[in-house]
T-cell receptor
């Protein structure tokens, strides 16, 4: 299916565990982004990538790691999950840098850290 | 320090009437503004954008107005339809090559 997909859609994990959220897009967009959405906050950028093997920090990167070995995939790893990382995570992609045009968002992953 | 503010967490509007969603910003360097719409259990979808060289941009039932002197923008939906019930995020960037800052969102309820 064309588009942008995220897996899993729901995840419950324990404090201290490592968890990886997957993101896959079929458009060959250069740019990919990870956001988190929390009550009382808008969407906050965690990490972004301008191309394969090029990644950079966003607004709230602490506790997260990303990689981009292939253009279509952009996994987000929580190395040692904390309760404060309970959130809804959205992956997005775009043809150009985020301010220059629309981003296409995935359906989100709801992560609960117990 | 909130640079993009949506002060109304929710708004209820009768079907067929005009919905007006407001957004204020504090950073005078912002010159590109976007609105995204989000349904429950889905990701946000791009709705409409405007650059600071314009004061109005229209796309079908959706119009965005920008008042740079007041650092204020608004999204007008006319006429409002049941499918417009969603959360609307206002977003801004300093240039088209800068990161986007999102507001907290406004939940719009369209009443039958």
């Amino acid at each position: 299916d064309a588009g942008i997909t995220q897996s899993p859609r729901y995840k419950i994990t324990e404090t201290g565990r490592q968890v990886t959220l997957m993101c896959h897009q079929t458009w060959s967009h250069s740019y990919m982004f990870w956001y988190r959405q929390d009550l009382g906050h808008g969407l906050r950028l965690i990490y972004y990538s301008a191309a394969a093997d090029i990644t950079d920090k966003g607004e709230v990167p602490d506790g997260y790691v990303v990689s981009r070995s292939k253009t279509e995939n952009f996994p987000l790893t929580l190395e040692s999950a904390t309760r404060s990382q309970t959130s809804v995570y959205f992956c997005a992609s775009s043809e150009s840098w985020q301010g220059a045009g629309e981003q296409y968002f995935g359906p989100g992953t709801r992560l609960t850290v117990t | 320090d909130q640079q993009v503010k949506q002060n109304s967490p929710s708004l209820s509007v009768q079907e067929g009437r005009i919905s007006i969603l407001n957004c204020d910003y504090t950073n005078s360097m912002f010159d590109y503004f976007l609105w995204y719409k989000k349904y429950p259990a889905e990701g946000p979808t791009f709705l409409i954008s405007i650059s600071s060289i314009k004061d109005k941009n229209e796309d079908g039932r959706f119009t965005v107005f920008l008042n740079k002197s007041a650092k204020h923008l608004s999204l007008h939906i006319v006429p409002s339809q049941p499918g417009d019930s969603a959360v609307y995020f206002c977003a801004a960037s300093a240039t088209r090559h800068d990161k986007i800052i999102f507001g907290k969102g406004t939940r719009l309820h369209i009443l039958p």
